[in-house]
């Protein structure tokens, strides 16, 4: 590696994003929030958190928040998906993956019965 590629390597671990994250959403008022261990399952991120808002203004703020304090924190660029509508929006960080769900949009999907077996920790 070289020495300018070592200076830009994150100087952060999965699990500090990790728990940004679930203070985030949490401080947010998210409801039912999830998190998942994928280490070891899937290649794409080492965690996914899944949580809920009550309306899509709340999942588009939860959203928002998440980000915004992501960059100032870590410096990390998140991308985010379908804030526009606020029915799902999904917030791609590296190391963790957010869905931010409307409860009936979560219900529908129920991506946490895809996800889950064993590995999920209910609650921040």
């Known amino acids: 590696m070289s020495e300018s590629a070592t200076a830009n390597a994150p100087t952060y671990t ?10 985030s959403v949490d401080d947010d008022k998210a409801e039912d929030i999830v998190q998942i261990d994928l280490r070891g399952r899937s290649d794409v991120a080492d965690y ?5 808002g009550r309306s899509s203004r709340q999942v588009a703020a939860i959203s928002e928040k998440l980000v915004d304090r992501l960059k100032q924190e870590f410096r990390v660029a998140s991308k985010m ?13 590296g190391d963790v ?6 409860p009936e949009v979560r219900e529908f999907y129920q991506l946490e019965k895809m996800w889950l077996p064993g590995s ?4 921040a």
């Open 81 to 93: 998906e379908g804030k526009e509508t606020g029915d799902w929006v999904l917030i791609d960080t």
């Open 48 to 52: 996914m958190v899944i949580c809920s």
């Open 120 to 123: 999920a920790h209910r609650g």
């Open 14 to 23: 999965s699990e500090e994003i990790l728990a940004a994250v679930l203070k």
């Open 97 to 102: 993956i957010v869905h931010v769900f409307r």
